[in-house]
């Protein structure tokens, strides 16, 4: 096992050490002490940036997976009780072309949790080699930076007096250490994994999936996310005795991390048709309220938006009289375009807008391009 990750156990041991050195240099312990627990929560915070752009592939495959939940469900009632190998066929080639129109996939989700399961491994038998590292048994003399006397640093730093080798069954086998300390650091760290993932998934089930009618039958995704809800903290109690007090503490640290960067995705990117979604569209209509747009306007900004078309924002008329545009309460009637103070139409100006700021993207481009050009 060690030979097959032996890779990412040598960028894991380097990022470690660099981290640790540079919380030195800013005035931590050299030797053992906290530094090496902040260093596995540096190592959080760069893995998880690292894997920030599958995460926000994930997410958008997530909400077209939701969003296209009732057109599934649709094509599942169409071949309800078909079992013969044609009908069967057809339905996952129907549910194919749908994945391919709206651009989801029901396995992009699952990229970010691929590419951690590796790290985390790699993590765990870092942690595993530092005891054999620290009294130099082990295979190699050195990981990566890591040393024999960095080993045993490293063994000498503990969480709340429960070193970082450490886990909830071996406690017993270590002397010079309470055996109750370490279940208790190893049995809260798990408590905290369980509580975080059931509340990230709680709040993708209750929060962002788009609601769907009863009668037609029950979501798939809504189920899938209700064993998730329950099952990866099962799994985490079980699992969690076994890791080593370092490995909880990188788990709790990435957890709260998912927790944080969900809540701000489903405050700000929701599902449409989500709970989540009716709160923001909510809260946008009300800032509008209180930027001086009536009904109409607010509803003419919508409809734009919906097309795809560019964003204009209609005026207030306090906001289009300091502007000095003039905005009749109603068309003439012959039909003639209403021109502001400066002779130009709102779709005029709108239209000028729109042709200034694609002038503006076309000159960064081609200054960008330009600096490219000089430094290759």
């Known amino acids: 096992m060690d030979t097959i990750l032996y890779p990412i156990m040598w960028v894991i041991a380097w990022i470690m050490y660099g981290i640790h050195e540079g919380l030195v240099a800013l005035g931590m312990d050299s030797g053992a002490g906290p530094a090496w627990v902040?260093?596995?929560?540096?190592?959080?915070?760069?893995?998880?940036?690292c894997i920030l752009p599958l995460y926000n592939k994930q997410i958008k495959a997530?909400?077209?997976?939701?969003?296209?939940?009732?057109?599934?469900?649709?094509?599942?009632?169409?071949?309800?009780?078909?079992?013969?190998?044609?009908?069967?066929?057809?339905?996952?080639?129907?549910?194919?072309?749908?994945?391919?129109?709206?651009?989801?996939?029901?396995?992009?989700?699952?990229?970010?949790?691929?590419?951690?399961?590796?790290?985390?491994?790699?993590?765990y038998r870092v942690l595993i080699a530092f005891p054999s590292l620290a009294t130099g048994s082990w295979s190699r003399d050195t990981l990566g930076p890591i040393t024999k006397q960095i080993a045993q640093h490293f063994e000498?730093?503990?969480?709340?007096?429960?070193?970082?080798?450490?886990?909830?069954?071996?406690?017993?086998?270590?002397p010079g250490y309470s055996a109750t300390t370490i279940r208790v650091v190893a049995g809260v760290l798990v408590l905290i994994m369980i509580f975080t993932m059931y509340w990230t998934q709680r709040q993708l089930m209750?929060?962002?999936?788009?609601?769907?009618?009863?009668?037609?039958?029950?979501?798939?995704?809504?189920?899938?996310q209700k064993v998730m809800l329950y099952g990866f903290p099962l799994l985490y109690l079980f699992s969690g005795v076994a890791f080593p007090i370092g490995v909880l503490v990188y788990w709790c640290a990435g957890n709260?991390?998912?927790?944080?960067?969900?809540?701000?995705?489903?405050?700000?990117?929701?599902?449409?048709?989500?709970?989540?979604?009716?709160?923001?569209?909510?809260?946008?209509?009300?800032?509008?309220?209180?930027?001086?747009?009536?009904?109409?306007?607010?509803?003419?900004l919508d409809e734009r938006e919906a097309q795809?078309?560019?964003?204009?924002?209609?005026?207030?008329?306090?906001?289009?009289?300091?502007?000095?545009?003039?905005?009749?309460?109603?068309e003439p009637a012959n039909d003639e375009p209403v021109r502001g103070k400066d002779g130009l139409t709102d779709e005029e100006r709108a239209r000028k807008r729109y042709e200034r700021r694609q002038a503006e993207r076309a000159r960064r481009k081609q200054n960008k391009n330009k600096k490219n050009r000089k430094h290759n």
């Open 38 to 49: 902040f260093a596995i929560l540096g190592l959080t915070v760069v893995v998880r940036l």
């Open 62 to 123: 997530s909400r077209n997976m939701q969003a296209l939940q009732p057109e599934m469900m649709k094509i599942q009632r169409k071949y309800k009780g078909k079992r013969d190998q044609i009908s069967m066929q057809r339905q996952q080639e129907e549910l194919q072309a749908l994945y391919k129109k709206h651009d989801a996939s029901p396995f992009a989700s699952c990229l970010p949790l691929i590419i951690q399961m590796p790290v985390l491994f790699a993590l």
């Open 156 to 174: 000498n730093s503990t969480v709340f007096g429960a070193p970082l080798s450490a886990s909830f069954t071996s406690a017993p086998h270590l």
């Open 206 to 224: 209750k929060k962002n999936m788009p609601e769907i009618d009863p009668s037609e039958g029950k979501n798939p995704a809504q189920q899938m």
């Open 256 to 300: 709260l991390w998912n927790m944080g960067q969900q809540s701000w995705f489903i405050r700000n990117n929701p599902t449409p048709g989500s709970k989540a979604y009716k709160e923001r569209e909510a809260r946008l209509a009300a800032k509008r309220k209180r930027a001086g747009l009536t009904e109409e306007e607010a509803q003419e």
């Open 308 to 330: 795809g078309g560019q964003r204009y924002q209609p005026m207030g008329k306090e906001r289009a009289k300091k502007a000095g545009i003039e905005q009749p309460a109603a």
